[in-house]
């Protein structure tokens, strides 16, 4: 998918605050091109079959049929984010490969990292395709540029075990040298590449990193790291394709 070709999507739910939520969202995302919003998965099917869509934010819990039984429907469904207010169903929906789960209240924040996952996928072929809206990636050659002590400091992304969120700083840890600066630990992980993984609102870890694990830790090198109930299962999806 061409790096300015926008990702036509369709948003899904019987509740209309919910759904002008969604549609609100998706506005505010250029990358983003709203095709049509729906209350019922007959007139998603409808949609659909009238439309190019690349993706669907498609509710769970609706009347007649459930998102994910509407999904198995599809013989060539697009790529899907679901929207619950029901974390039971979330083994259900990474069942079915989808892109992310959202859990009702739904924030911009939590909205726009679903979002950058789509984005980093050519939604044509699979593949990861690289996407930036800052100068600091640098993903071709495997390093970023943060700003510390009034000077750009080169990062190794191979080198790199670790950031963790200070409010608004982040920490770098690398092999050799620890970093603190102003910034967004959100923001630095839309430009990190899959080789990482948010496990806690304010840890992102190096997945080729990880010495050991637990339910509730991850041990890098001499740290151990807490793991919070909202990532455990990406997290431990992650964990189990490795072992």
């Known amino acids: ?8 999507c369709i948003a899904v739910d019987d509740e209309p605050p919910a759904l002008q939520l969604i549609e609100k969202y998706i506005q505010s995302i250029p990358a983003l091109h709203l095709a049509g919003t729906c209350a019922n998965a007959v007139d998603a099917l409808a949609l659909l079959q009238n439309n190019s869509v690349d993706l669907i934010f498609l509710d769970i819990q609706m009347p007649h049929i459930l998102g994910t ?3 198995r429907t599809l013989s060539n469904p697009p790529k899907v984010i679901f929207t619950t207010a029901f974390r039971k169903f979330a083994v259900e929906g ?3 490969d989808a892109v992310d789960y959202l859990l009702k209240p739904i924030s911009f924040e939590r909205f726009l990292k679903a979002v950058n996952k789509v984005m980093k996928l050519n939604l044509s ?7 930036s809206n800052t100068p600091e990636k640098e993903n071709e050659n495997n390093f970023i540029y943060l700003r510390a002590d009034r000077k750009n400091i080169k990062i190794n992304l191979d080198d790199l075990l670790f950031i963790e969120s200070l409010k608004n700083y982040i920490k770098v840890v690398t092999k050799d040298k620890t970093i603190v600066t102003k910034h967004s630990i959100s923001i630095l992980e839309e430009n990190l590449p899959s080789s990482f993984i948010r496990i806690h609102r304010s840890f992102i870890i190096a997945k080729n990193k990880i010495e050991s694990f637990t339910h509730d830790f991850i041990q890098i090198g001499k740290y151990e790291l807490p793991v919070s109930r909202s990532y455990r299962h990406e997290v431990e999806k992650f964990l189990k394709k490795e072992i």
Do not use: A, W
Request: proline residues 5%; charged residues 35%; hydrophobic residues 35%.
């Open 1 to 8: 998918m061409p790096g300015n070709k926008k990702i036509y």
């Open 69 to 71: 039984d509407f999904m």
């Open 94 to 96: 990474f069942d079915l």
């Open 125 to 131: 072929t699979g593949e990861k395709k690289s996407f």
